[in-house]
């Protein structure tokens, strides 16, 4: 994605492009290969406010039964015993703070809930790209990343299981954003 645009023009409403967007995560064995996944059912948005980004906002919803890592076994697992969906059935997230590192880099401060359990999580994004599209209006793109405990969350299946997975799981976020309606903050002279 292309495009020139101050951060302050981005300010709006915004909601998730999920066709291009991925939400993944990489888990390690003490020996072997890493894990790789993602979900593939969820939905999101937020506020962006770019002249002040500490007042942007953004919620997430995953379906925890969505979860994908090619495997039918192992997603079966992930899916009822690791993640329970079936009293758990999504996994979500909710900002409590952005702060601008750099002209591009960002750090979303929130809430992360995962079977009941709400622990707070900081996310390193990236703004990558910003496409002006005469259909759509501005869409933007981020990357990011967070380094999670597992076990924080309880997401655990027996102690053989403790032992043999890491409980450290990165999560990867390719994130597509897309402005809606005419939410773009005015200016103290245009009408309303």
């Known amino acids: 994605m292309t495009g020139t645009a101050t951060f302050g023009e981005l300010t709006g409403d ?9 939400i993944g995560f990489v888990a390690r064995h003490p020996i072997g290969p890493k894990v790789r996944g993602q979900f593939e059912e969820f939905a999101g948005g937020g506020h962006l406010d770019g002249n002040d980004p500490s007042r942007s906002r953004v919620k997430l919803t995953i379906q925890a039964g969505s979860i994908q890592t090619h495997n039918s076994q192992r997603d079966g697992l992930l899916r009822g015993k690791f993640l329970d969906r079936d009293h758990y059935p999504t996994i ?51 990357t990011g990343s967070a380094m999670i405990n597992r076990a924080d969350w309880g997401v655990n299946w027996n102690a053989a299981t403790s032992a ?14 897309r402005r809606t309606g005419l939410t773009a903050q005015r200016s103290p002279a245009q009408p309303r």
Do not use: M, N
């Not at 043999?164 to 954003?177: H, M, P, R």
């Open 92 to 142: 979500a997230f909710a900002s409590t703070g952005v702060r601008q590192v750099d002209e591009t880099a960002f750090e979303l401060t929130g809430g992360l809930t995962i079977r009941g359990v709400t622990k707070p999580v900081t996310v390193a994004f990236e703004r990558t790209g910003i496409q002006r599209d005469p259909r759509d209006g501005i869409r933007i793109q981020f």
């Open 14 to 22: 915004y909601i998730l492009v999920t066709a291009d967007t991925r």
């Open 164 to 177: 043999s997975i890491s409980k450290k799981v990165a999560l990867e976020f390719d994130v597509v954003l």
